[in-house]
């Protein structure tokens, strides 16, 4: 089993390209409250499919609150099972479920889901938009670990117990500090349902290097939780300067600002249909 002084030694990778945002792209900009959306879709166009791609830790339920509150405003929504055990793989599996929506697609990935939606929006015309929620977006050859190496902060490495599983190891976050690191400002009963509910990734993942980035050539939008512990709120900011994307801040969120903080989540996923209809 691997420990967590294992886990903290593989964050000692070099540090790959996070760490240079000074090529972004020159059109981000960032916000401390709700940005106005851009004009609203006609009232009788039809809106596009939202696909919500959960993060490790978590499951599909993570966004229930979220998928109420756009159901209610006319969207269609597919949570995604996230498979949690490889980037490529994970990536096929939302890619193949993309091949099956016919109309516009607004693509939504929180924590590691952003690099799954950066890796599985490649080739699809039909996604207008990436929507990172407290998410990565790694570059091409990047991993999700060495953002974490390259921008100090995360307390999540040493709350992980790795168990093995036939071919490989699972990560998760122990049930006593998942509040702490993942969850702060959601309830404790709560936070407790989501600890002993969470999906595990392999740890395997957490190293893959990402492929060519979609968010070179499709429109984003980026939720920075202001208050996360588990991927730094600086790294949110390099990785949403990088990518040109349209920011928005939540100062006092944590990594699980879907929950709660779903009218501001519903609210960026909104303007990102608007702008791209």
Known sequence: MLSALAIGTLLAVPALSAATPAGSASTAHTATTTAAP???????APRPTVV?????FADSSSWDAVTARLERRGYPVIGVANPLRSLAGDSAYVSSVLDTIPGPVILVGHSYGGAVITDAAVGHPNVKALVYVAAFAPDQGESALAILGTYPGSQLPPVLTVRPYPGGQDAYVDPANFRQVFAADVPAAKTRLMAAGQRPLALAAFAEPSSTPAWKTIPSWFLVAGADRAIPP??????ALRAGSRTEVIRSASHAVLVSHPDATAHIIESAAHATS
Do not use: C, I, R
């Open 38 to 44: 851009s004009a609203p879709n006609a009232p009788n």
């Open 52 to 56: 919500l791609v959960h993060g490790a």
């Open 234 to 239: 600086a790294a949110e900011q390099a990785m």
